[in-house]
């Protein structure tokens, strides 16, 4: 079964705060569209074409290394993308409450020490990647980064909330300046999504 491409859950311009209307045009509808083509290419004819995004990505390792980097790349970027624009939207901001805003707050001392490890891990990522808040093995709250489009569940953990720092992301509105961006997209960041996500990685991890 081929992976789609799921509609944006909002207008194209719901993210106006933090990210303008043609960026979110031509990131979803041509960049993570790009991707789900590519990933549809690499796993055509494989064993693992009939498998979930998640399925592949957390048993990456056993996909056939002569096969392994184009589905690494592209499901990737097809998981990665679709939790992207899940976990931001137009009526995003504020701080997290909850069991998710204690566990932040118990983790990282503040909610803004989280912000600003979450940001840093954005700026210093070099070249392009993935900046997110995962839990991991120990049930533990992590900031991470990784390159390119690879994903933590390859190594174990369980995404909580990710921001994407390629350049595509914010280069129209923002050019090089990638830390105004970072600062900015707190402003739709949808922590219903994110809450919900933490407490189905508590459930799992224990
Ligand atoms: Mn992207």
Same mark, same amino acid.
Request: proline share 5%.
């Given at each position: 079964?081929?992976?789609?491409?799921?509609?944006?859950?909002?207008?194209?311009?719901?993210?106006?705060?933090?990210?303008?209307?043609?960026?979110?045009?031509?990131?979803?509808?041509?960049?993570?569209?790009?991707?789900?083509? =590519?990933?549809?290419?690499?796993?055509?004819?494989?064993?693992?074409?009939?498998?979930?995004?998640?399925?592949?990505?957390?048993?990456? +390792?056993?996909?056939?290394?002569?096969?392994?980097?184009?589905?690494?790349? =592209?499901?990737?970027?097809?998981?990665?993308?679709?939790?992207?624009?899940?976990?931001?939207?137009? &009526?995003?901001?504020?701080?997290? $409450? $909850?069991?998710?805003?204690?566990?932040?707050?118990?983790? %990282?001392?503040?909610?803004?020490?989280?912000?600003?490890? %979450? @940001?840093?891990?954005?700026?210093?990522?070099?070249?392009?990647?993935?900046?997110?808040?995962?839990?991991?093995?120990?049930?533990?709250?992590?900031?991470?980064?990784?390159? =390119?489009?690879? &994903?933590?569940?390859?190594?174990?953990?369980?995404?909580?909330?990710? @921001?994407?720092?390629?350049?595509?992301?914010?280069?129209?509105?923002? *050019?090089? *300046?990638?830390?105004?961006?970072?600062?900015?997209?707190? =402003?739709?960041?949808?922590?219903? +999504?994110?809450?919900?996500?933490?407490?189905?990685?508590?459930?799992?991890?224990?």
């Amino acid at each position: 079964m081929a992976l789609e491409l799921p509609p944006l859950p909002y207008a194209y311009d719901a993210l106006e705060s933090a990210i303008d209307e043609e960026t979110v045009h031509i990131h979803h509808d041509l960049h993570h569209q790009a991707y789900v083509n =590519n990933a549809n290419n690499a796993l055509k004819d494989t064993e693992w074409d009939s498998k979930s995004a998640e399925e592949i990505l957390r048993n990456l +390792n056993s996909v056939a290394e002569n096969i392994r980097g184009p589905i690494r790349n =592209n499901v990737g970027g097809v998981w990665n993308h679709n939790m992207y624009w899940e976990m931001m939207g137009p &009526n995003g901001g504020g701080e997290p $409450g $909850g069991e998710l805003g204690e566990a932040i707050t118990s983790t %990282f001392e503040s909610f803004d020490n989280f912000k600003t490890l %979450f @940001n840093n891990g954005g700026a210093t990522r070099f070249g392009s990647g993935w900046v997110w808040l995962v839990m991991n093995k120990a049930g533990k709250l992590e900031v991470v980064s990784t390159p =390119n489009q690879d &994903n933590p569940m390859t190594d174990g953990l369980e995404p909580i909330m990710v @921001n994407d720092v390629w350049e595509h992301a914010y280069y129209l509105r923002y *050019r090089n *300046r990638r830390p105004e961006y970072l600062g900015a997209w707190w =402003n739709v960041v949808n922590w219903d +999504n994110i809450a919900a996500r933490f407490a189905a990685a508590k459930a799992k991890v224990g």
